[in-house]
């Protein structure tokens, strides 16, 4: 399979990573066959993710990055979806490839997945008890006994209080935040290099969420794990991701450090994307829609909503990933970053919300972090 | 759980109490047979009609007021004695009690199978729902549930039995007894065994329940009767499948490493098995013991079907009532051991004790 794409080059980049990434995933594409042109989902997707790290996918609904999260341990729906091109490593290993059997082993042992609504995440009925024994007797040889008491270790460490004396008590005993610590729990479970959370809070109450986030960071830390965390909130972005990804329309728009994508975003869709946070002014989102999935224009995908839109934007492919500065990992795609353009034509822009003129009260104008 | 079961145990005694009740009421506007017998014998006879009837009201307690005839109704019924049948020309309860296991001999396999068989054809189509083997299934099942049973029924019986002859077209009764009458699994018989009635044969034969010749005769009712049981159950199966397919925690499961076959058999059909639960023991329940009707007097089998339809058409007042009445309680009880499964299965249920 091909692992090399003009449009998400970023190997370009040298990085001082010599170690091997985890999860490396390279031109991914993740299709879905309807009755008419099929929808292209996530149409050429490269990232890594290295041990320890968190990596952050970031974009609205319908970009695909759930889809994205999924395809790694093949848990779409197939049919209709179907993988028609790209590589996903984990730990060297090649598994598009896998077969049904073989992928068994990888879900729940080496990758895990945590998703975003815990209400009906867990079967109604089977006591979690059960459902925590079930994943560790999947991956490993252990008696009852002792997936029992590994069960009860796993459900205190993610905060259940008295966890022996409720492993036998059904979901519907449990709240919201306590269903999805132990979702995480079971996740955790066999012990996975990768664990992918998708938007693992959103249908949380806020104070849980903050909770859940600062769990899901202190056993990454503790267990050395690589996450990739999915989410349509750059501000739990900040508090939680070592690198981020920007994706909008089946395709990575931006990526970075946290740092540095937030000191200096480059892709107008990423700016855009922040000044719709709280503070910033901005209110009410992007105007403009994501262009159709079955027959995206040529040229860049945002080029709808893209106030620097030129011409060059829209003819051939999305524009390459294009270095941002100095910083050593921060690529956009977008082609006033291709070298011998002036780049500043973005990055001195004001920050009113693309496509729309700004209103003469907004103070926060012009204001990066 | 304990005041649940005891609660709902109540409600089933209640239920039964008012369709006895109306039952009752119906009974008492229906010409009573005797009666009328009465004042055709008085008309023969040439004596006075009146004091026939009247006479005659006297002693089967007619005359008496209505609520110690209804007290008398609901003790009789409570100790089993459910009238008497004219056309049998012996209490009602016998009748029953002859005739039911003759029912019972292709309804219960023909309720278990086609359970046990619906049930994994709408669970095999709700995991392949939209492919082309879910089409088929469901083609089929449409195909089950809109063929009339009496009319398929005739159908086989032409094909294999008259053209074929791979079945008898007669049922023959005694088959499945012993030499004496009583109920057998399998033994031998002779010539002089009634079910072998002007047949001449050296040496023995099997008869009884279990014996090829009962066996063979129980082909086609059964398969009848399967048919358009086993595509309800298989529509109610797919349905309620269908709601877990794509539930979310299938694909916990599913991101755990749980096998395909596991995740069906464990994630999707357990949840999916309490509601079915409660359709499938009433509902089939109830298709079986409707559909008896045209496949007993279809096949000639003398179960409870045959002898209702014979005692509607008959006018035997007793055994009518008593007929559409056992369905109900089966009924009514067949819910009651629904409801008590399902707050057995069903964690979320809550019991509302204390
Ligand atoms: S390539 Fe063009 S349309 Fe796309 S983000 Fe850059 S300026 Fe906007």
Request: glycine letters at 8%; a negative charge; proline letters at 6%.
């Amino acid at each position: 399979m091909s692992t090399r794409d003009d449009t998400t080059d970023v190997r370009d980049v040298p990085t001082e990573r010599d170690d091997q990434p985890l999860l490396k995933i390279s031109n991914l594409h993740t299709y879905f066959r309807t009755d008419s042109e099929d929808v292209r989902a996530v149409d050429g997707v490269s990232l890594t993710v290295d041990p320890g790290e968190t990596v952050a996918i970031v974009g609205e609904s319908g970009s695909g990055k759930t889809v994205a999260s999924e395809a790694i341990t093949r848990l779409f729906k197939s049919p209709p979806g179907y993988i028609p091109e790209g590589s996903i490593e984990i730990n060297g290993r090649e598994i598009t490839d896998l077969s049904d059997e073989e992928l068994r082993r990888v879900r729940g042992g080496e990758v895990s997945h945590v998703f975003q609504n815990p209400q009906g995440a867990l079967n109604p009925v089977y006591t979690i008890g059960w459902q925590i024994r079930e994943a560790l007797q999947l991956h490993a040889d252990v008696s009852k006994s002792e997936a029992r008491e590994r069960a009860v270790e796993l459900l205190t460490q993610v905060g259940i209080p008295e966890a022996s004396s409720r492993l036998d008590d059904y979901p519907h005993e449990f709240s919201g935040g306590m269903k999805q610590r132990v979702l995480i729990a079971i996740a955790l479970a066999c012990e996975p290099d990768l664990l992918i959370a998708d938007e693992p809070t959103t249908a949380l109450d806020v104070t849980i969420q903050a909770q859940i986030l600062e769990l899901l960071a202190e056993l990454q830390e503790q267990r050395d794990m690589g996450m990739l965390f999915i989410t349509h909130d750059l501000g739990v972005v900040a508090e939680i991701a070592d690198r981020v990804a920007v994706m909008y329309a089946g395709k990575i728009m931006e990526k970075g450090s946290v740092e540095d994508v937030f000191e200096t975003p480059a892709h107008p869709y990423t700016r855009a994307l922040l000044d719709c946070l709280p503070g910033r002014g901005g209110i009410g989102g992007i105007p403009g829609e994501l262009p159709d999935p079955r027959s995206p224009p040529p040229g860049c995908r945002f080029a709808d909503r893209c106030r620097h839109a030129i011409d060059a934007c829209r003819t051939g492919d999305q524009p390459g990933m294009h270095r941002v500065g100095d910083a050593p990992d921060h690529t956009t795609s977008c082609v006033h970053f291709e070298p011998g353009r002036d780049s500043s034509t973005v990055l001195d822009a004001g920050s009113e919300p693309a496509g729309s003129p700004s209103p003469p009260d907004d103070l926060e104008r012009g204001g990066r972090r | 759980m304990k005041w649940y079961v005891i609660r709902r145990v109540l409600w089933a005694a209640f239920a039964s109490f008012i369709i006895l009740t109306i039952t009752f009421v119906l009974m008492d506007q229906v010409p009573n047979q005797q009666l009328m017998q009465a004042e055709f014998q008085a008309a023969v006879n040439d004596v006075d009609v009146e004091t026939a009837v009247q006479a005659e009201k006297e002693r089967l307690g007619l005359d008496r007021p209505f609520h110690e005839r209804y007290l008398d109704f609901m003790t009789n019924v409570f100790q089993g004695d459910w009238g008497w049948s004219y056309e049998y020309d012996q209490p009602v309860v016998d009748v029953v009690r002859e005739t039911v296991p003759y029912s019972l001999l292709y309804g219960v396999p023909a309720i278990v199978l086609s359970t046990v068989i619906g049930t994994a054809i709408g669970l095999y189509s709700a995991v392949n729902q939209y492919t082309k083997k879910d089409y088929a299934a469901t083609f089929a099942a449409f195909f089950g549930i809109s063929i009339p049973n009496f009319w398929f029924g005739i159908v086989l019986l032409v094909v294999f039995g008259s053209w074929l002859g791979w079945v008898p077209i007669g049922w023959n009764a005694d088959i499945p007894l012993a030499a004496d009458g009583s109920w057998t699994l399998l033994e031998t018989a002779g010539s002089d065994h009634p079910a072998f009635f002007r047949q001449d044969f050296e040496g023995e034969r099997y008869v009884g329940i279990l014996s090829p010749a009962n066996l063979k005769q129980l082909i086609l009712p059964t398969f009848v009767l399967m048919t358009g049981a086993i595509a309800s159950v298989m529509r109610y199966a797919r349905a309620e499948a269908l709601e877990y397919v794509d539930a979310d925690f299938v694909k916990t499961a599913k991101s755990k490493g749980v096998s395909n076959r596991a995740i069906v058999t464990k994630h999707i059909f357990r949840p999916a098995s309490i509601p079915l639960m409660t359709i499938l023991v009433g509902r089939i329940l109830g298709l079986v013991l409707f559909g008896s009707y045209l496949i007993e007097v279809v096949f000639g089998i003398p179960g409870i079907g045959l002898a209702s339809f014979q005692a509607i058409i008959r006018q035997d007042t007793d055994l009518v009532a008593i007929t559409i009445l056992l369905p109900t309680f089966v009924a009514i009880v067949g819910n009651l051991i629904e409801d008590i499964m399902y707050a057995v299965l069903d964690p979320r249920i809550d019991y509302g004790d204390r």
